[in-house]
Each structure stands twice: as C-alpha cells, then as structure tokens.
T-cell receptor, first 113, second 113 residues
Framework: AQSVAQPEDQVNVAEGNPLTVKCTYS??????LFWYVQYPNRGLQFLLK??????LVKGSYGFEAEFNKSQTSFHLKKPSALVSDSALYFC???????????FGKGTTLSVSS | ETGVTQTPRHLVMGMTNKKSLKCEQH?????MYWYKQSAKKPLELMFV???????ENNSVPSRFSPECPNSSHLFLHLHTLQPEDSALYLC????????????FGPGTRLTVT
C-alpha cells in the first residue's frame, strides 16, 4: 500500500535562513511525488512534482525538492526563507498503477522575521 | 482562484437538512475529485470522477452522494449528516490521472450542528 510520512508537525526557521520540510514515502514501483502548499482559508496550491529524470526538481516561489530513491525521500527545500512562506505544506505520492493521490498529514512552516 | 471554484464557501446545517456543495473547474480538465480535510488529519480522498464516470469511492458513507453531470461540474449532495462530518471539503481537478498535478478549489467549510 502507498503511504507518505511527514515526520515534523511544525518547522520553524528565521527569515533568510534555508528551510527543509521532510517527506518520506512508500510505494510499489516508481513513485510520482508532489508538494502542495495551503495558506489559511485557501485550497491547496501545487508547488512542484517529480515524475522521472533529474533528481532535483525546481518549482514555484523558489522552492525545490530532491528525490532520493535509496532513502525513499522527497524533501522540500528553499535556500532563503521568507515570512510569506509561512503556511501548511503537504507531500503526496502516487504509484504508477494507482489512481489516488495519497497525502501526508502536513507540516506547518513558520518563518519569523 | 478562478481555475476551480466552490460554492458555498461556508455552510452550517442541521443533522436533518439536505444541502449540496458545488464545484466548477474552468481548466478543461477531465478528472475531478472530492476530498475531506479535518484538523490534524491527512486529506481524505472521497470520490474520483474521470470523464464524468465515477472511478473511485473511498468507502464514503451513503449520506454523501456525488454527482458529475459533465467534466466541468461536480456536486456533493449531503443529507442526515453527523457532527463529525464537519470539515473543509475540497474539490480538485486534473488533466487526467497519472502524473498530472491536481488543482484545488478554496473549499467549503461545513459545520454540522
């Protein structure tokens, strides 16, 4: 069965510092991996995805994620955090045979000025 | 958020009421989804429609009844709900299944009294 884990409920960083939001997954076969962000009272917004190819994926708002097959991880990163990055971040995975996208429980990112 | 719209944004209903949630996507997508988002829990996939045909019903109670009259519109009919059904209900769409990202509406905040 597919699953995705976000081990941290909350990540706190200072503005200007690099940030990492962790995600690990479990699927049979090759995964399709996604990151979404949710601001208060809004729906989820797509940030980036990994399907195949280069392990480093670049997305919206300066975010990037690194696919690591041996560690079954897909951590979200940004070199320099902004206060406006404060939001709830979701990692999601689907295997090639599945129709459903399985979401993690989310990680709240708080960036302080 | 003109891509996927949801109405109403907020809904309060009693346990004996009947109401409907509406979702419309303006992206030309072929797949549409209903999710339930409860506090401190991962997003729960409820229903999936592909080319207007329901392809997944994730063990959702019969008090939730979906309808997809065309590829642009999706409804969720509600009747005799329980207080634990109070949540944010999110609609999403995607080009198709597989590796296409989903685009989410802003959600309907439902409170069952």
């Amino acid at each position: 069965a597919q699953s995705v884990a976000q081990p941290e409920d909350q990540v706190n960083v200072a503005e200007g510092n690099p940030l990492t939001v962790k995600c690990t997954y479990s699927v049979s076969g090759n995964p399709y991996l996604f990151w979404y962000v949710q601001y208060p009272n809004r729906g989820l917004q797509f940030l980036l995805k990994y399907i195949t190819g280069d392990n480093l994926v670049k997305g919206s708002y300066g975010f990037e994620a690194e696919f690591n097959k041996s560690q079954t991880s897909f951590h979200l990163k940004k070199p320099s955090a902004l206060v406006s990055d404060s939001a709830l971040y979701f990692c999601a995975v689907r295997d090639q045979a599945g129709t459903a996208l399985i979401f993690g429980k989310g990680t709240t990112l708080s960036v302080s000025s | 958020e003109t891509g996927v719209t949801q109405t109403p944004r907020h809904l309060v209903m009693g346990m004996t009421n009947k109401k409907s949630l509406k979702c419309e996507q303006h992206l030309g997508h072929n797949a549409m989804y209903w999710y339930k988002q409860s506090a401190k829990k991962p997003l729960e996939l409820m229903f999936v429609y592909n080319f207007k045909e329901q392809t997944e019903n994730n063990s959702v109670p019969s008090r939730f009844s979906p309808e997809c009259p065309n590829s642009s519109h999706l409804f969720l009919h509600l009747h005799t709900l329980q207080p634990e059904d109070s949540a944010l209900y999110l609609c999403a769409s995607s080009q198709e299944f597989d590796f296409y990202e989903q685009y989410f509406g802003p959600g309907t905040r439902l409170t069952v009294t």
